[in-house]
């Protein structure tokens, strides 16, 4: 297995920790990669390479990526090859926000059902960190799990509109 990404402490960081572990998590042939984000705007989703990586893994049987967030306003805007890539695999891309507004702040995760986890712990300094680490991934995987069964479909793949 590769070594762990040492401690995030910048934007850049981040976003190669999230390659990284989406790089172990497809390697580690992962059935379920969960990502929570208030709008994943600052997240890797228009990269290529990455969208790339994660349709060879979606083409696995009972594959599934979820998304929650607060909001998917920015993903648009930010993220258009995401938006027409997901078109093609809402079949298994789910995405999720939280249904009643006791939840004020979502973490900033990337986890699989594995041993992959990506922690943002500051998103202002950009500290967290990224590890292999089965334990820390089965605790966020319970956190997120608990605010999952809290939340509503989101982010139609087609939006209608007036």
Same mark, same amino acid.
């Given at each position: &297995?590769? $070594? /762990?990404?040492?401690?995030?402490?910048?934007?850049?960081? *981040?976003?190669?920790?999230?390659?990284?572990? *989406?790089?172990?998590?497809?390697?580690? #042939? $992962?059935?379920? %990669?969960?990502?929570? #984000?208030?709008?994943?705007?600052d997240w890797p989703?228009?990269? /290529?390479?990455l969208l790339d +990586? %994660?349709? !060879?893994?979606?083409?696995?049987? @009972?594959?599934?990526?979820?998304?929650?967030?607060?909001? *998917?306003?920015?993903?648009?805007?930010?993220?258009?090859?995401?938006? $027409?890539?997901?078109?093609?695999?809402?079949?298994?891309?789910?995405?999720?926000?939280?249904?009643?507004?006791?939840?004020?702040?979502?973490?900033?995760? &990337?986890? =699989?059902?594995?041993?992959?986890?990506?922690? @943002?712990?500051? $998103?202002?300094?950009?500290?967290?960190?990224? !590890?292999?680490?089965?334990?820390?991934s089965r605790l @966020?995987?319970?956190?997120?799990?608990?605010? @999952?069964?809290? =939340? +509503? /479909?989101?982010?139609?793949?087609?939006?209608?509109?007036?």
């Open positions: &297995m590769t $070594a /762990p990404v040492p401690a995030i402490a910048s934007r850049s960081e *981040f976003g190669a920790a999230l390659r990284w572990g *989406f790089t172990q998590a497809t390697a580690a #042939d $992962a059935r379920r %990669i969960v990502c929570v #984000d208030r709008d994943f705007a989703l228009d990269d /290529p390479a +990586q %994660i349709t !060879a893994w979606l083409r696995r049987p @009972l594959r599934k990526w979820v998304l929650l967030a607060t909001s *998917f306003d920015e993903v648009p805007r930010r993220h258009p090859r995401f938006v $027409a890539w997901r078109s093609a695999w809402s079949h298994a891309v789910e995405t999720w926000s939280p249904a009643d507004d006791g939840v004020s702040e979502l973490p900033t995760v &990337m986890v =699989s059902d594995g041993a992959v986890a990506v922690e @943002l712990f500051d $998103a202002v300094h950009w500290r967290g960190r990224a !590890a292999l680490d089965a334990r820390a @966020l995987r319970e956190r997120i799990d608990a605010l @999952l069964q809290r =939340s +509503q /479909p989101a982010f139609a793949v087609n939006q209608l509109g007036l």
